[in-house]
């Protein structure tokens, strides 16, 4: 082993000055917390028309809404573009910079505009103040200074709160493209309410991913038609067993000569009936009456559950009490639930 020279330049370092360090450290964190709590305080507490007009503003347009910033407002403004569109309200991002070299044309009549600068004098966005004030498009702005260019030109304001950036120096953006990113959360927020946005559309826009499998639909997963094994309660066993094994679902469902489900076959059903009678029994008189169903509109989550709680493999999916598919757990699995 090669002993490391001493140089007479290493500091000598304790518990106590790492433990210096680390409340620096815990004090800095604070002080971020509290300055940007205090920010979305104010921000909720002086809430007033303005932010309501900003939703009508958004909601009557006919177009898209089109979310623009520099720098770091241009980092919040494309999530507040995202969650908008994710939740039933189009949008897309377009870069201030771009748009003074072509990228305007994606700005139409129908459009609205939501603008994000926390001085208000983000010299790129002059181009889009000019476009939108030509064309007549609507102009919402997200500022900390109600005197500036960009809330001259806007035909609503909302405006953040007047606290410090979480900085030492209070240069860095930070509490206040935290509040922009609030005030964009509660826009769509707003609009979501407004429109009557469900968690069936909420699953349409986002088909993939955990947010897709949690909220995917038994619907979506079951199989129907010729796949349903179902037979009548007059039907012979022997029948049921080749069903049941052409199906490949472990079971047969019983129905009545309505077509409603009233009972089922497993596995488990022919071992308490084995005899050597079994093939020449009726279905009606070994099945088990009132299976577990499901709603084809509830969750495939719900539906996996009821499966593992109840130690079954399948379960019928019905509404009311008609069969309109079967779902197997390794259907499930194969989405992703677990």
Excluded at 174 to 184: F, I, K, N, R
Excluded at 233 to 243: E, H, K, T
């Amino acid at each position: 082993m090669i002993d490391r020279p001493v140089t007479g330049t290493e500091k000598p370092t304790s518990k106590s000055t790492d433990a210096t360090a680390t409340n620096r450290d815990i004090e800095a964190a604070q002080r971020v917390f509290r300055l940007e709590a205090d920010a979305l305080r104010i921000m909720g507490e002086d809430l007033d028309e303005k932010f309501a007009h900003a939703v009508d503003l958004i909601d009557k347009a006919k177009g898209r809404t089109v979310v623009t910033g520099m720098g770091k407002s241009g980092h919040i403004a494309r999530k507040i573009s995202s969650t908008l569109s994710s939740t039933g309200t189009p949008s897309f991002f377009m870069h201030p910079g771009e748009a003074s070299h072509g990228d305007l044309g994606m700005i139409t009549p129908d459009d609205v505009v939501l603008a994000l600068s926390n001085s208000g004098e983000t010299k790129e966005l002059s181009d889009v103040l000019n476009y939108c004030s030509r064309l007549k498009v609507p102009l919402i702005s997200i500022t900390s200074t109600m005197e500036s260019t960009l809330a001259d030109n806007s035909a609503c304001t909302l405006v953040l709160p007047p606290v410090a950036e979480a900085c030492p120096m209070g240069l860095v953006p930070t509490t206040s493209t935290t509040a922009m990113l609030a005030m964009g959360d509660a826009l769509a927020v707003a609009l979501l309410d407004r429109h009557g946005f469900t968690a069936e559309n909420f699953q349409v826009l986002h088909p993939g991913g955990k947010i897709g499998q949690n909220l995917l639909r038994v619907g979506d997963l079951m199989h129907g038609g010729y796949d349903l094994p179902l037979i009548t309660a007059d039907g012979r066993v022997s029948d049921a067993l080749l069903l049941m094994t052409n199906k490949g679902f472990g079971c047969a469902g019983v129905i009545d000569a309505d077509g409603d489900l009233i009972g089922i076959i497993t596995d488990g059903d022919l071992r308490r009936h084995m005899s050597d009678a079994l093939v020449t029994l009726n279905c009606g008189e070994i099945m088990t009456e009132n299976p577990k169903t499901i709603r084809s509109q509830a969750l495939a989550s719900e539906a996996l559950g009821l499966m593992n709680a109840t130690k079954i493999t399948s379960l019928f999916v019905a509404n009311e009490r008609t069969p309109v598919g079967i779902l197997h757990i390794h259907d499930c699995l194969r989405a992703g639930l677990t």
